[in-house]
């Protein structure tokens, strides 16, 4: 979160500094001075108050930069964005630092494109102090994306082969004798999505799984899953609501099926590359043949998450929480999970990624109710060119169960193959 106020530091500082050094008589008035000592003590609301009240009488660009800074401090992106760009137009000497500040408004709008040309023409102003700085942003962001063509559909499909160590997920002493608790694998993952513009936009996504296990068949599972998404968007936030159904198979028998709705919210954050992000979701759960009927019932589930994207580098902290309400009580759980990850562009092609993630069970059964379960997970990816993309990933699960027989460890190890489209 600090790397791009770090390098904005300097810069908003010294105009800062420049702007409450005024002329001794005008800086002892008040609201000016007033709002140079809220600045400082980093009341940005009073500061912008108290700026406002002095544009008035304002000649000069001091109190214009300094209210859009207020602005940029408050999160109010979309007003910063605006102050800074009328700034550069009114003011020539200051196009240079209002287009770099005007930059990094437009990346907490999420407008990466945008930011691009804003730093771009900061740089071409000459500037060496700004240039460096917006060669940096324009580092980060890489180039502009080339022009497609528009595509109805865009989606992906990813193949992929590897070995589960324990495809139970119990531990191997409780597995009847002939049952084997290590298998290869194969596993394909599809997605698809078409979006649809109007005055209520919407999005239809359909993704299919399927994973076959070589020596422990009674495992194998297919399932596929539709949504419909409507979107809704106000001032900074972003609303996306709509219903979800899922069906799932076993062993090559029918499973469970999932209906539902869910609602999430998002935004951007003050500081810039930073997103808040929240879900809602109700699901019931059916039984799609009657020896599973002990997992029917309903589930709900929240989620909130920290998420940023700063030119190569992802980083997200996701808190989880679930209780479902099913027939049995040995499947009717309350569950909290965290999960922090990150991901970084190494080279131009290469790319690793890590997460770590702890998970609390509370079960309704009346002998072993909690479950512990630590995973530790490592990606690296290899773009190979016209969409198409090379990975290996490494998972490491340990569960340590009150019940006994439900404590283990697992390693799956897989690599895969997909294409975007």
């Not at 605006?82 to 407008?111: H, Q, S, T, V």
């Not at 399932?223 to 968007?233: D, K, T, V």
């Not at 209906?259 to 019931?284: E, H, K, M, Q």
């Amino acid at each position: 979160m600090s790397s791009g106020l770090v390098r904005l530091a300097p810069s908003i500082v010294c105009i800062c500094v420049l702007a409450f050094v005024a002329p001794a008589s005008r800086a002892a008035e008040s609201p000016f001075a007033s709002a140079s000592e809220a600045f400082g003590r980093g009341d940005y609301r009073g500061a912008v108050a108290l700026f406002e009240a002095a544009r008035a009488g304002a000649d000069g660009p001091s109190v214009p930069y300094n209210i859009a800074v207020c602005r940029y401090k408050l999160g109010e992106f979309a007003t910063a964005e605006a102050e800074f760009a009328d700034l550069g137009r009114r003011f020539p000497a200051m196009r240079a630092i209002a287009e770099y500040n005007r930059g990094l408004a437009l990346l907490g709008l999420e407008r990466p494109d945008d930011a691009r040309a804003a730093f771009a023409t900061a740089r071409a102003e000459g500037d060496p102090k700004i240039v460096a700085l917006a060669d940096e942003r324009l580092q980060e962001l890489g180039p502009p994306p080339t022009a497609e063509p528009n595509r109805r559909w865009e989606g992906l499909f990813e193949l992929a082969a590897g070995d589960d160590d324990n495809v139970a997920l119990v531990d191997d002493l409780t597995l009847p004798a002939g049952q084997a608790a290590a298998s290869p694998f194969t596993e394909l993952l599809g997605y698809a999505a078409r979006s649809f513009a109007g005055r209520l936009p919407a999005t239809l996504d359909f993704s299919g799984y399927s994973v076959r296990y070589s020596d422990a068949s009674q495992f194998d599972q297919d399932s596929l899953r539709a949504s419909a998404s409507f979107e809704r968007e106000h001032d900074q936030w972003r609303f996306d609501f709509g219903p979800h159904y899922g069906r799932s198979t076993l062993g090559g028998d029918g499973f469970q099926s999932e209906l539902g709705a869910g609602v999430r919210i998002s935004r951007p954050l003050a500081a810039a590359g930073w997103r808040f992000v929240a879900n809602l979701l109700y699901t019931d759960i059916g039984a799609v043949e009657a020896r599973f009927a002990y997992l029917e019932g309903a589930k709900r589930q929240a989620r909130v998450a920290l998420v940023r994207r700063t030119g190569a580098k992802r980083f997200d902290a996701t808190l989880d929480f679930e209780d479902s309400d099913r027939a049995e009580a040995s499947v009717s759980a309350r569950r909290q999970r965290l999960v922090v990850g990150y991901r970084s562009d190494v080279t131009r092609d290469w790319s690793v990624g890590g997460a770590v993630s702890y998970r609390l069970s509370r079960y309704d059964r009346p002998a072993g109710p909690n479950e512990r379960l630590t995973e530790i997970g490592l990606n690296a990816q290899r773009a190979l060119g016209r969409d198409w993309s090379f990975a290996a990933d490494y998972r490491y699960s340990s569960n340590d169960a009150d019940l006994a027989g439900f404590s283990y460890d697992a390693n799956r190890i897989a690599v895969s193959i997909g294409k975007i489209f």
